[in-house]
T-cell receptor, first 112, second 115 residues
Framework: EPEVTQTPSHQVTQMGQEVILRCVPI?????FYWYRQILGQKVEFLVS????????KSEIFDDQFSVERPDGSNFTLKIRSTKLEDSAMYFC??????????FGPGTRLTVT | AQKVTQAQTEISVVEKEDVTLDCVYE???????LFWYKQPPSGELVFLIR??????QNEISGRYSWNFQKSTSSFNFTITASQVVDSAVYFC????????????FGAGTRLFVKA
């Protein structure tokens, strides 16, 4: 069964560094999403992406964040200058029909 | 506005007990999807069920069952004869057109099943 994959599974970085989290969505999907889950809290929407542009973003998704689909298969989330409060689990999701999202296993980001 | 409420923060049961996790949702759309996910300590989100707003039939899958009631905007999840392996955080979630199809999660219910 096709699945969403994410790399790395765990990323440790120092405050102020740039990180790129990578996702490979399911191949025929058209809608892509990033979500964040701070430890012990609920999963929160960050951004949705369709037709090579952002379709919606939350207030969390400020200028420090950007997304890209660089090569037609990967979908990346970049954090330009990480802060301690960016430490969280980041989930990528993709869908063919918008309603039905498939989530990746997540990348745990630790900012020290 | 879309909202998912899981009023139970933590539930603790003894193995073999039945347990019901409550979920109440809010949406203005007539077409929407509801979901349950399990999050074990390893952190991934394990998909359990998806239900669309036009299908109010209750569903049973092994020890799991779901009760969808549009009249009360509830989508409750019952685990029958709970096992220690059921210990996890369970999230109820909603996706609708007004919300741009993003998934709105509830705060989660942490279930402890003791041997």
């Amino acid at each position: 069964e096709p699945e969403v994959t994410q790399t790395p599974s765990h990323q440790v970085t120092q405050m102020g560094q740039e990180v790129i989290l990578r996702c490979v969505p399911i191949s025929n999907h058209l809608y892509f999403y990033w979500y964040r889950q701070i430890l012990g809290q609920k999963v929160e929407f960050l951004v949705s992406f369709y037709n090579n542009e952002i379709s919606e973003k939350s207030e969390i998704f400020d200028d420090q964040f950007s997304v890209e689909r660089p090569d037609g298969s990967n979908f990346t989330l970049k954090i330009r200058s990480t802060k301690l409060e960016d430490s969280a689990m980041y989930f990528c999701a993709s869908s063919a029909t918008a309603y039905e999202q498939y989530f990746g296993p997540g990348t745990r980001l630790t900012v020290t | 506005a879309q909202k998912v409420t899981q009023a139970q923060t933590e539930i603790s049961v003894v193995e073999k007990e039945d347990v019901t996790l409550d979920c109440v949702y809010e949406t203005r759309d007539t077409t929407y999807y509801l979901f349950w996910y399990k999050q074990p300590p390893s952190g991934e989100l394990v998909f359990l069920i998806r239900r669309n707003s036009f299908d109010e039939q209750n569903e049973i899958s092994g020890r799991y069952s779901w009760n969808f009631q549009k009249s009360t905007s509830s989508f409750n999840f019952t685990i029958t004869a709970s096992q220690v392996v059921d210990s996890a955080v369970y999230f109820c979630a909603l996706s609708d057109h007004t919300g741009g199809f993003k998934t709105i999660f509830g705060a989660g219910t942490r279930l402890f099943v003791k041997a």
